[in-house]
């Protein structure tokens, strides 16, 4: 864990802003390291910067607080913190898995209170992930998988996808990106936001030629691309339609090299 939480606030008010970064002076090992005013800035500051946690208002025009939430990319995801002045967006907020939920106005003492259940959950989110890899590891060995198909070389035209008894049979061209989450992938498709219990590496032999992995976490259809950002460190941004953006690290950019020219 950082010696110092690196935090965003993203509010749509000025004052607000002003107010929370206040609060947060008072907070020992905390550094604001950004502040946004709609759901659309704090998307590509996530892209451009490390983040630990996130002060999320609920709603701001454009894309309100869960519309973020939804289209993080799984390894930018910072924990989050919702403050807003609406009390009925709480339950949502922790179906969400918010670590809390700071209801205006608020006081220092309530912020620090929140900060230090953030530290809490990325500390137990640390150890989970050295628990998560060994027996990740264990699966691979033995060959564990949850995917319909098992032949490797049999690429399919839809992605099956259970969800308890029921199975969704995703259409390939409807996918438009792909993030991990843990053991589990998250497929973005339309509107849609499924969960498939798999590795990236299986995964990623299912799926078609247009498929590219972008991250060690994220997989992209090119076909969805609408426009490419350079940006510094040798990485770029892909933007897709519905505002979101995916960042391709440096390692990967080769996959994309034919899009940029």
């Known amino acids: 864990m950082p010696e110092k939480l690196r935090i965003l606030i993203v509010d749509d008010e000025p004052l607000a802003l002003d107010y929370m970064e206040t609060l947060l002076k008072s907070v020992p ?29 609920v709603q701001m025009p454009g894309l309100n607080g869960f519309e973020v939430v939804k289209r993080c990319q799984g390894d930018t995801m910072p924990v989050v913190i919702f403050a807003t002045a609406y009390d009925e967006y709480a339950v949502r907020a922790f179906e969400a898995n918010a670590v809390d939920y700071l209801l205006k106005p608020f006081e220092a003492e309530r ?77 973005h498709a339309g509107n ?9 590496k299986e995964l990623e032999k299912k799926l078609t030629a ?30 897709l339609d519905d505002d979101v953006s995916l960042k391709v690290s440096r390692n990967y950019r080769s996959a994309v090299q034919d899009l940029m020219g």
Request: one cysteine or more; a negative charge.
């Open 29 to 57: 090992g905390v550094l604001v390291v950004g502040r946004c005013r709609s759901g659309r800035e704090a998307l590509l500051a996530l892209q451009k910067q490390s983040v630990d946690l996130m002060f999320l208002d």
């Open 111 to 187: 912020v620090e209170v929140a900060v230090s259940r953030a530290r809490d959950r990325m500390l137990s989110v640390a150890l989970q992930s050295g628990k998560e890899a060994a027996v990740a590891a264990i699966a691979g060995l033995e060959g564990g998988s949850e995917l319909l198909a098992n032949d490797p070389l049999d690429r399919l035209s839809r992605l099956p996808i259970k969800d308890g008894p029921h199975t969704h049979l995703v259409e390939l061209e409807t996918i438009e990106w792909i993030d991990a989450a843990g053991d589990y992938m998250c497929v």
């Open 210 to 239: 247009e498929f590219v992995r972008i991250h060690r976490s994220t997989i992209v259809n090119l076909h969805k691309v609408r426009s490419v950002d350079a940006i510094p460190k040798g990485e770029c941004l892909l933007h």
């Open 192 to 200: 849609e936001t499924y969960i498939l219990r798999s590795t990236m």
